[in-house]
């Protein structure tokens, strides 16, 4: 079987770090994907999907390294687990959890730098900081 999951979205916290006993390191970090359109009666209608993604390995390192809240990122990953819940108002929501296979780097740097456009990071064959592209 075979599922990939993608995803474009602004990052709503900075990555949060951390290593497992072993020592590898792990990147978690929320992802809010915003949907808008206009209904049948003309009102705007506006939807967000939370995704929680989780990176291992050199792709925590770099995600952890190069994002921060706000940036606009494309996560290429396999859905882990999907649960429902009721938030504190009483609504039925949903909970996608996601490891990322690659994270693109969207928008501009802090700063209005844009020569981070569209730099890719796949956890995938980088090897070394100098193969990163950016």
């Known amino acids: 079987m075979y599922q990939q999951f993608i995803a474009v979205g602004n990052l709503t ?3 949060e770090m951390r ?3 072993a020592g590898v390191p792990v990147a978690s970090f929320d992802v809010a994907i915003n949907k808008s359109w206009v209904s049948a009666e003309g009102q705007k209608q506006e939807k967000v999907l939370f ?3 989780t990176a291992w390995r050199k792709l925590a390192e770099t995600v952890a390294q190069y994002l921060t809240k706000g940036r606009q990122v494309m996560v290429v990953g396999e859905i882990e687990e999907a649960r429902g819940y009721l ?3 009483g609504e039925v929501r949903a909970s996608l959890e996601v490891t990322a296979q690659t994270v693109r780097f969207l928008g501009q740097r802090e700063g209005g730098d844009s ?3 569209n730099a890719s990071v796949d956890n995938v064959g980088v090897q070394d900081s100098e193969e990163i592209p950016f």
């Open 115 to 117: 020569a981070g456009n």
């Open 13 to 15: 916290r900075d990555p």
């Open 19 to 21: 290593y497992t006993p």
């Open 51 to 53: 995704v929680r993604v």
């Open 87 to 89: 938030n504190n108002a």
